[in-house]
Structures are given as structure tokens and as C-alpha cells.
């Protein structure tokens, strides 16, 4: 089975600093990557995505994400963060060889920006 | 606009009632996803939906059931039967079940008393 691992679960950094959030999936085949972000009062929509191709992906706001394969892995990165920033972000995977490919998600981590 | 709208976005219930959750999408997907949403947990799916009529049993689907009668609507009903109903619900919707792309709703957070 899919799953996903996100190790920070709250992060705080001050206006201006960089941000590398780790997300690591257990998944022997194919695999979509994505980042969601849920900005406080609002409903969770995607940052960015992985499919194919190159593995280093960019995404709305200034935000990448690299997949690395043989590390399982999929860091979302920032090189400047802004008050706005201030989220829950979750790493998702979709499996690609199982039939319906069901969506799994890791368990969020939280940032706070201050300013 | 084009989206999913979850009503109602506050829920009570006392507990051994039966509650149904609304979820309609205009966007015209044909997959449509039940999730639960709970501090440190992560969302876990409880429901899916591929096409209408047909529906599946996602990883925590005790004491939820669902319905897809059409298209656009997916309503979610926390039975007494569920141990811990308290919890933010979020369903969403893909174009297919392909890409796993979901685009989700604002939520529904159901207390029980």
C-alpha cells in the first residue's frame, strides 16, 4: 500500500528565510507527486505537480518541489518566504498501477511566517 | 464560476443521530472523493466515486455511507454507527480517476454533543 510521510509537522520561520519541507512516499511503481496548501479559512488547492519529465517542478508562488526516485522522495522548496506564506501544506501520491489511482496524503505540516 | 460547494460548512449533532453532508460540483467530473480531515492525521479518504452509481469504500468507511445518483452530487451520511464523528470533512472531484488532480471543497465541520 501507498503511503506518505511528511516529518515537520510545525514549522516557523521569519519573513525572508528559505523553507525545504520533506515528504517521503513508500511506492514500488509509477507515481504522480503533488503538493496541496490550505491557507487558513480556505479550501485546500494544488501548488504544483509532478507527472514526468524533468524532475525539478515549479509551482504557483514562487514555490518547486524536486523528485528525487531513488531517494522516494519529493521536498517542497522556497527560496524567500512571505507572512503569506502562513499554511498547511500536504504531500500527496497517486500510485499509477493500481487501477482507480486513489490520491493518498501525508499528515500536513504547518507553516507559520512571521513577520 | 465552476467548483464544489459543501453545505452546511457548521454541523451539530447529538450523538446516536444520523447526519447528511451535501457535496455538488458543476465542474462536470466524473470522480468524486469523500475525506476526513484531522489534526496530525493528515485526510484519509473515506468514499470515492468513479461514475454515477457506482461508488467504493475508501480507507475509513465504518459507519459512513454515500450515494451518486447523479453527477454533480455525492452526499455523505455519518451514521451513529461512526465511534468518532467529530471532524472536518472535505470532498472533492477529479476529471477522471487518471490523474489523481483533485479540486476540493471548502469543507463541512460536524461537532456531535
Known amino acids: 500500500a501507498q503511503s506518505v510521510s511528511q516529518h515537520n509537522h510545525h514549522v516557523i520561520l521569519s519573513e525572508a528565510a528559505s523553507l525545504e519541507l520533506g515528504c517521503n512516499y513508500s511506492?514500488?511503481?509509477?507515481?504522480?507527486l503533488f503538493w496541496y496548501v490550505q491557507y487558513p479559512g480556505q479550501h485546500l488547492q494544488l501548488l504544483l505537480k509532478y507527472f514526468s519529465g524533468d524532475p525539478l517542478v515549479k509551482g504557483i508562488k514562487g514555490f518547486e518541489a524536486e523528485f528525487i526516485k531513488s531517494k522516494f522522495s519529493f521536498n517542497l522548496r522556497k527560496p524567500s518566504v512571505q507572512w503569506s506564506d502562513t499554511a498547511e501544506y500536504f504531500c500527496a501520491v497517486n500510485g499509477m498501477n493500481t487501477g482507480f489511482q486513489k490520491l493518498v496524503f501525508g499528515t500536513g505540516t504547518r507553516l507559520l511566517v512571521s513577520p | 464560476d465552476g467548483g464544489i460547494t459543501q453545505s452546511p460548512k457548521y454541523l451539530f449533532r447529538k450523538e446516536g443521530q444520523n447526519v447528511t453532508l451535501s457535496c455538488e460540483q458543476n465542474l462536470n467530473h466524473d470522480a468524486m472523493y469523500w475525506y476526513r480531515q484531522d489534526p496530525g492525521q493528515g485526510l484519509r479518504l473515506i468514499y470515492y466515486?468513479?461514475?454515477?452509481?457506482?461508488?467504493q469504500k475508501g480507507d475509513i468507511a465504518e459507519g459512513y455511507s454515500v450515494s451518486r445518483e447523479k453527477k454533480e452530487s455525492f452526499p455523505l451520511t455519518v451514521t451513529s454507527a461512526q465511534k468518532n464523528p467529530t471532524a472536518f470533512y472535505l470532498c472533492?472531484?477529479?476529471?477522471?480517476?487518471?490523474?489523481?488532480?483533485?479540486?476540493f471543497g471548502e469543507g463541512s465541520r460536524l461537532t456531535v454533543l
Open positions: 466515486s468513479q461514475i454515477v452509481n457506482d461508488f
Open positions: 511506492y514500488g511503481g509509477t507515481v504522480n
Open positions: 472533492a472531484s477529479s476529471i477522471s480517476g487518471v490523474t489523481g488532480e483533485l479540486f
